[in-house]
């Protein structure tokens, strides 16, 4: 998982509300929390259309708010402070002080400033387990949870009645989501709302096999140390283009100070992977790890509001030797870090011995588990091997582990698998991890298009959803190669949400067709801008279209560049319709009388004229 | 399908030979006929490797070979000529007279040159059938045949056995791919050899389930009058980045000619939708088109050298009222053009009614039919519906026809399909036309992403692939939005490269792996240069390194940009995979005793200084 670089230094003023063209943010009120306010992007249609407003989902937070008054420095609005104390298990506490160590050791000149006003640090009261999942359990609906339900309707009911059509391969997506639903599937394990206590900031989303399918995307600092200002803009770009949460996979210097202006100023859940930052600590010597130290970076990270932790509890030290034969050996960063470590010392890993105390510590911020991967393939060679599967069945262990102790679980999967061997994956993991979300690494289809690994593992992805996984973490065209600038997010972004999207239309969803139609209507109807604006990114097929067909007429023209008017199928095809039509539905099945009457009608229709336009 | 513009007009004499960095060109001689001459790309690897060169499929023909001396105002060499005439079936005619509205009466300014040496026209001898499948079925091997057989096998004979890891759906792909295969595959319909007796500067390819999945580019002039040798570039550049075969969409003027150059220097088969230029002789006006025009549109561009033709003879009258509660209608150009007559005139489809003359032409040339499905679904919504199918079954029936008449035939198929319909339309087409090749437009698997079509539809047409389809045409970026540039067109080749590639390695082809395989160990040993040329587009991954790490040393550098030194976890897994070879295969059942040894091996072995580095 490769971590972007940006160019240009940005200062901390300069990121504002910049709305998306072609849609406007809207938000809609709780009803059993009218406090809450759930954000949408609304499509407004050509009145020719007909149609009500498309809602699409919007991850992007205030930053696409037009009214949203941006300052980083301040931060977001904290609009979880106030459900999160209403629950009166939680305190303040102290907190951890910050060490030299927490910043690799920067040197007071290449320091970035802290986060001006650092909040107050929470914690669970003694024998208190603030997490949504025990909450869930007790029969609690949280704001949170209706804020999910909202979110996850799209505003349907001011849309057409759903289409269910597809294959859901066992899940069980309803109609429509309740409040009292999302509790059911939080309380079985079966989705996360990943939700530090101490990030109030963020806007909850759920991530669950019977919710839509979410995407991540990673960022980080680059070996040049960055403005805190150019981190946030990561996350905010990638955001704007749909990533539903972002994962901080900086290392270096000043990680825990860019940390917090980036959380600070999410609107998404953040996750990291704390062995990173660990093994910083004790100078990059992965022999040099102690359990201390690691339970000490995640207790710094919880306390500064990470939403989940990917941890690689599962590379058992007899694992290990199941690697030696492979093409690619070990790809995971934190996973061979692991493996390192147990060689050396020729123990078992401290994640896996000591989980009960990882999940204390978990438990007292809901820091939501995303138990990783560290054996995953590298190489189609070594797709669902001996080493891939053990791994994924002691994650179906921990994650009983994680849930008696009311823990929010996902799963990390794969990485590099053929077509062939994709449901393999899913099927295992359904198998062995009670249904806890899958959060897989595309999958790469091939390994032979480095470059373009954007694709590569899309085909993948858009396959894995379908059958089941609730998030996809995305994959840039550099992945392989180096590291990812602004354009590979959101390519990668963008490639993700395609991916996200056709699994959603596979699986059935009922929200998913709505916004396929509506495309697809103004398509049709040569309704140019609305094809734009109901499109992943307006801009680019905007821009597309024009250096065909400049001429703003051409937006309203009745054919388009690639057959011109003489050949426009579609313009054809609507007179076909309107003569179809005239026969009203009985021209289907008395084909042969229908048809003499439809070719006259046809002809007054003008169809001669319509060709020669 | 959209067509190609290039942007600058090129001179004649600029297009020369160009080899692809990174590889060598290479031949292989037939045995059963050893004056053929089949081209492979190698790629040799790093000394470390100590592997043999990987050998590439490669349709880019002469102009990838340094030795090549290229003239396109000659032409390539006719390297079919002496297999042709040996076979003593068919006779030099006349050949029709070009006429005023074959270029579509362009005027004498605006006309482009006609090609220089205009090749003698060939034709059957009365009552032969000079077709690959005719020959085929009389038990003959013809030199196309070996010389796909040779192509299909890319020296494996050279490399480690073959892997056979798949999941094939019921297709029976073979070992070892022997000319004897390739005559019994064409025999019973099940393969293709696009090959017009007209068209003798071909390199033979195979269009079949059991051979590689093979890809098509559509290209075509522009609507402001293109340079000839710029639709020749379009062509060439296609077939560099891997199309199998090239498709002229051209329209409007100067196509008779234009279409003359790029078959006269076409290395690959040349496809065509013969009703454009035929609707362009009737000024457009779809009502007045008739069997005689169409006819004599196919003898004109069958003495051309046109290898398979798109027709649309399934749109039938009682169809096309199927289609009237579509979201999308009818979207494709032909069929929507068939669908204007058939109701205009409220007559049955001419060419579905005079199927039999139109096959007595094809086999006269050995031009392979591509049967249009005209009534394909433009949107996610009216995939797989009673239109669709119907048209599809009726294909089927055409294909008895065709086949009777010693024809070769591909059936053509969508479109915009949700995953979960897509196998259907492999199933269905496996059920009603015989096993003839299937030859698909993606599918786009969601119609959310005008701009990212190319990524929608590579999702569909790696999985519609490995079900079993033998071509997939590429979609663009441009796709529903403007004509392609040359960017878009290398964009699109390479999403399909993907796709194809990933099909071949789902269907077990044994031929797939090894190119991954051999990638990945490349990557693995941070054989960097080897990684970028054995990639789809080494020139791409080079610059994505070099971005991050421009210095020469870092090619060779035992780690990369993503995770630097300290955290490179294939450094690490191969100090892993040292201390577990220490330990022999007995390191994974034995793992206790094991372990301990290994730990120790694993310091000796400076795993310290390692991750130091």
Redesign the interface.
């Known amino acids: 998982m ?2 972007p ?1 940006l160019n240009a230094s940005i200062p901390v003023d300069q990121i504002k509300a910049e709305p998306r063209p072609g849609g406007r943010k809207v938000y809609q009120a709780g009803q059993l929390f009218p406090d809450i306010r759930v954000p949408f992007r609304e499509v407004a249609l050509h009145p020719t259309a007909n149609e009500p407003p498309v809602t699409l989902y919007d991850p992007s937070g205030p930053y696409t708010d037009p009214t949203a008054d941006i300052d980083i420095a301040r931060g977001l609005p904290r609009l979880r402070d106030a459900w999160i104390e209403a629950r009166g298990d939680v305190q303040p506490v102290p907190g951890r002080e910050v060490r030299p160590e927490d910043n690799g050791r920067v040197s007071d000149a290449a320091r970035v400033p802290q986060f001006p006003s650092l909040p107050p640090v929470r914690r669970a009261r003694a024998g208190a387990r603030p997490t949504q999942l025990a909450y869930a359990r007790a029969g609690i609906v949280t704001p949170e949870m209706e804020f999910v339900a909202i979110r996850e309707n799209l505003r349907r009911e001011q849309s057409a009645p759903c289409v269910r ?3 859901s391969w066992g899940a069980s997506i309803p109609d429509f989501v309740t409040p009292e639903f999302v509790r059911q599937e939080v309380a079985r394990g079966r989705a996360v709302i990943p939700a530090n206590i101490n990030h109030p900031e963020l806007e909850p989303m759920a991530i669950g096999r019977n919710f839509l399918v979410k995407i991540n995307a990673n960022i980080g600092n680059s ?1 040049v140390t960055s403005s805190v200002a150019e981190e946030v803009e990561k996350m905010v770009w990638a955001t704007r283009w749909g990533a539903d949460t972002v994962m901080d996979l900086s ?1 270096g210097r000043n990680i825990h100070n860019i940390r917090e202006w980036i959380i600070r100023n999410s609107p998404v859940p953040i996750g990291t992977v704390p062995i ?1 930052q660990a ?1 910083e600590k004790v100078g ?4 040099d790890l102690t359990f201390d130290i690691f339970a000490d970076t995640l207790i710094e990270q919880a306390e500064q509001g990470v939403d989940y932790f990917t941890i690689h509890a599962g590379v058992r ?2 694992f ?5 034969n ?8 934190g ?3 692991m ?2 470590w147990c ?4 123990k078992e890993n401290f994640l896996y011995e000591r989980f009960d105390e990882i999940c204390e510590i978990m438990a007292a911020y809901d820091v939501s588990f995303s138990l990783g991967d560290g054996l995953r393939p ?4 070594d797709a669902n091997d001996e080493a891939q599967f053990a791994e994924l069945r002691t994650l179906g262990e921990l994650t009983k582990i994680a849930w008696a102790r009311d823990c929010q679980v996902m799963i990390e999967g794969p990485g ?1 698998v ?3 061997k994709i449901k393999a994956n899913m099927d295992e993991q359904l198998r062995h991890c009670g249904e806890a979300p899958f959060y897989t690494l595309g999958p790469l ?8 690994d ?3 593992s ?2 993948g992805a ?2 894995i959803g ?1 059958f089941g996984t609730a998030m996809l973490c995305y994959v840039t ?2 992945e ?4 990812p ?1 602004k354009q590979d997010v959101k390519d990668g972004v ?2 993700y ?3 996200a ?3 959603d ?4 969803h009922p929200a998913a ?1 709505l ?3 509506a ?3 103004a ?2 109807e040569f309704r140019w801008e609305d ?2 604006n ?4 307006p801009e ?2 905007r821009q ?2 024009d ?3 400049p001429k703003e007429a051409h937006k309203t023209a009745h054919f ?5 008017p ?2 426009c ?2 313009k ?6 309107d ?3 005239g ?1 009203g539905a009985a ?2 099945s008395e ?2 009388a ?3 009457e ?2 006259e009608k ?2 007054e229709a003008g ?2 004229v319509a ?2 336009v």
Not at 284 to 287: F, I, L, N, P
Not at 378 to 381: D, E, L, V, W
Not at 445 to 452: E, F, K
Not at 560 to 564: A, K, T, V, Y
């Open positions: 490769n971590a670089t059509d597809g294959e070996a290392t990173y093994l990059g010597v992965a022999e030290l007899p290990i030797p199941m690697t030696a492979r093409v690619t050996g070990i790809v995971s960063r996973g061979s870090i493996a390192k060689l050396a010392h020729h590298g190489s189609i060679a590099h053929a077509m062939h289809t091939t390994d032979i298009a480095p470059g373009y954007h694709i590569t899309a085909i858009a396959m379908w065209p550099k392989h190669l180096g590291l600038d963008i490639a949400k395609i991916a999207h056709a699994a239309l596979a699986k059935g067709r916004h396929d139609d495309l697809s209507r398509r049709f094809q734009f109901l499109g992943l990114d680019t097929a597309y279209h250096e065909t067909l388009c560049s690639m057959c011109g003489k050949f199928s579609m054809i095809s609507q007179d076909i319709r003569a179809a039509r026969e021209a289907a084909a042969e229908g048809m003499r439809m070719a046809f002809r169809g001669e060709v020669r």
